[in-house]
């Protein structure tokens, strides 16, 4: 059986982007128009979409709206526009800098201009077409970690999560919670534990609003407990998202993985990331030199606008932290579950 998912994030309609406005939920489930570049830039930025998977596309949009606006404002020589636009999606990369699906699918939508042969026209058609494949293979892709991963839950398990690479996060489905979705499909007597994930509280606000959307049962816990229902007894694996994944395994996820990673390796209990083949950067060789946004204080100072701390103190507010490829037991792809060693097992799935 099939899990159906109600959620679409994130889709190109006619001439602009329709994407869920993810700074309301869980008060609102309302979605919001694009229809300009600097807009989504400002969209990916201010995080009205998030999640790694999501905001590729997202990215992917925001070149094909940049195209229409060359058109609009009379750019019609080919080599001008190509010029143009490519600047601007080089532009639309640095609207975040840690997941590595913004850069990957922007890179698609710029092989395309760059291949073309077609006038301007043409070429946008061209890249409306590309970022409506995009849209459908995420949601395949999707489809697929999520079955190679229901292979590892054990019955009636309990599998806590951090942040949210959920549908929400992506096209649809999801990547740790396709996971929880294709698992669900097959025994409904696992439940999901969600770490609230502070300071965007995106576990509390996204994963329990779409789960509870799909009837999957959540127990929402604060970032601090996971160690106590650990040693409880009462977590059987933990499963997360990704924004980079280096080539030996390192992996960059929301702030807070790496301590829910290290709790979990003290208690034994397999600790996997889901990801796509699209957020592995085999660029770079480890975590260490993948880049880690730094978002703003009020994050932290601030809660639904309500400072909560003192005046004048120090804030430090990294939006990632890096897990070490040790404590990874695996690595939940489209291509399968890749084990250690990760440089052999991450490049092999590539040659796939
Ligand atoms: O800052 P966010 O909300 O974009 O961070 C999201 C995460 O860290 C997700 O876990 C990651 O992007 C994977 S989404 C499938």
């Keep these: 059986m099939e899990f159906k998912s109600k959620i679409k994030t994130i889709e190109w309609v006619d001439n602009y982007s329709k994407m869920v406005d993810q700074t309301v939920i869980p008060y609102e489930y309302k979605f919001v128009n694009i229809t300009t570049g600097e807009q989504m830039f400002h969209a990916i930025k201010d995080m009205i ?22 058109l609009n404002n009379g750019m019609t020589n080919v080599e001008e526009f190509k010029k143009w636009v490519i600047e601007k999606a080089e532009y639309m990369k640095t609207s975040r800098p840690t997941a590595v699906n913004l850069m990957w699918a922007v890179e698609k939508q710029i092989e395309v201009i760059k291949n073309s042969h077609s006038d301007v026209k043409g070429i946008i058609e061209e890249l409306k077409q590309n970022g409506i494949k995009l849209e459908n293979e995420d949601i395949e892709i999707n489809k697929k970690i999520g079955d ?26 999801g990547t740790a919670l396709g996971v929880v979705r294709s698992a669900y499909a097959k025994d409904n007597s696992i439940q999901v534990f969600a770490d609230e994930t502070r300071p965007r509280q995106q576990g509390a606000r996204i994963t329990t609003f779409e789960l509870a959307m799909d009837g999957i049962p959540v127990t929402l816990i604060t970032d601090g407990m996971c160690s106590y229902f650990m040693s409880k007894g009462m977590i059987d694996m933990v499963v997360v998202g990704a924004d980079r994944i280096a080539a030996n395994g390192d992996t960059a996820n929301k702030i807070g993985t790496y301590t829910v990673a290290i709790a979990a390796k003290y208690h034994n209990i397999p600790f996997y990331i889901a990801a796509p083949l699209s957020t592995i950067d085999t660029s770079i060789k480890t975590g260490k030199e993948i880049p880690i946004e730094e978002r703003s204080r009020e994050e932290v100072t601030h809660i639904n606008g309500k400072r909560i701390c003192a005046e004048g103190i120090n804030i430090i507010n990294p939006g990632f932290d890096v897990t070490p490829h040790e404590l990874i037991a695996g690595i939940i792809t489209e291509k ?5 060693d990760y440089t052999k097992s991450i490049a092999e799935a590539f040659q796939k």
């Design 49 to 70: 979409v998030r999640g790694a998977p999501a905001i590729g596309i997202a990215g992917a949009h925001g070149v094909v709206l940049y195209a229409q606006e060359a």
């Design 148 to 173: 190679y991963g229901a292979e590892v839950v054990p019955k009636g398990a309990t599998i806590l999560t951090h942040c949210n690479a959920g549908a929400l996060a992506t096209v649809g489905y």
């Design 336 to 340: 399968g579950i890749l084990r250690p």
